[in-house]
């Protein structure tokens, strides 16, 4: 929790975002982003849908709260020292206010969150506030989650927290699963574990996917009844203090046939050749060629639909991207969190993906989840 941190961990953060800021002419930046928000001051308000529950404004020297009435409490307990402006009336109008006493030139904002309309109401109460053309809006892409893709010493403890309940929850998964069970029910009963373990909730919604329906990456848990001798893809993660695992077992229960065996040997050849191979200095491109070599070799290459894999923390997916449409330039770092996960899907049988979670060291990378990769399970 953010409570048991002094706020040298957010000092860091800032300094590390006001530096990236300099190098843009950025006097300041309004940080919508609700996991950027969290990262930045340990404020975890967080509304479903469009989040509503405030914006950071970060400026060479100060870093502002505005959030409404909901939340001043909770942010008062959680950031001590943050600065809280209540909203008032429309939020573009609180912040503007807050924006024009700053004395802000040039603001960042975070494109891929902001809506139109957002920007617009911006616009016109900075106008309001400061002046026409006084402040000037500035785009800004991936400033803060670049910085979010080497994880800290508390990061990765979250994340180790969250793949021990993940793996436990597998464990207890193997005893559990039996034929005539829906998917529905075995992702219901996920969730159900993973709260009792301590999880703060899921990552994502756990994909439950059997027989054909394991034939897509993204399946949703369905009324079909699992059955015996079938691949039955369990994709699912808890979240700890925010932090997310994300791990991929497939399982047959009996005795998988020798074509569904052969599929299921080559992806794990795949994944391991791939973890054997991941270093820091590696692109994404490369990365991913890791493992997609080695289904291309086994005559699968065609049906491993998705990238090998992707970073992980606050969100699911975050840098860096381990894709063959990666850039080249984003390379493994130490600390970065990680997951490895090939796959090969057969439409009208099914699929076989088998995904770890993992931590970029200084010379390779340490796998976090210890979850057992036998695919048949005896019935
Ligand atoms: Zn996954
Ligand atoms: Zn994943």
Known sequence: MSVAHPVTIYTDRVERLRAALHAQNLDAILVTNPENRRYLSGFTGHD??????????????????????????????????????????????????????????????EATHVTVALRDDLDAALAEKAGQGRVSLAATRNLIESLRAVKDGDEIAAIERAVAITDETFTYLCGYLRPGLTEREVAHEIERYMREKGADGMAFAPIVASGPNAALPHAVPTERAIQLGEPITIDMGARYNGYCADMTRTVCLGEPGPEAQAIYDAVLRAQEACEAELAPGMSGKAADAAAREVLEASGYGEQFLHSTGHGLGLEIHEDPRLSKHATEEQKLEPGMAITIEPGVYVAGWGGVRIEDTAIVTADGIRVLTTSHKRFGLPR
């Open 48 to 109: 479903s849908g469009a989040d509503s529950a405030g914006a950071l404004v970060i400026t060479g020297d100060a870093v502002t709260l505005i959030t409404d009435g909901r939340y001043i409490e909770q942010a008062a307990t959680e950031c001590p020292g943050l600065r809280v402006v209540k909203r008032d009336g429309q939020f573009a109008s609180t912040a503007a206010t807050a924006i024009a006493e700053a004395g802000i030139d040039r603001l960042g904002f």
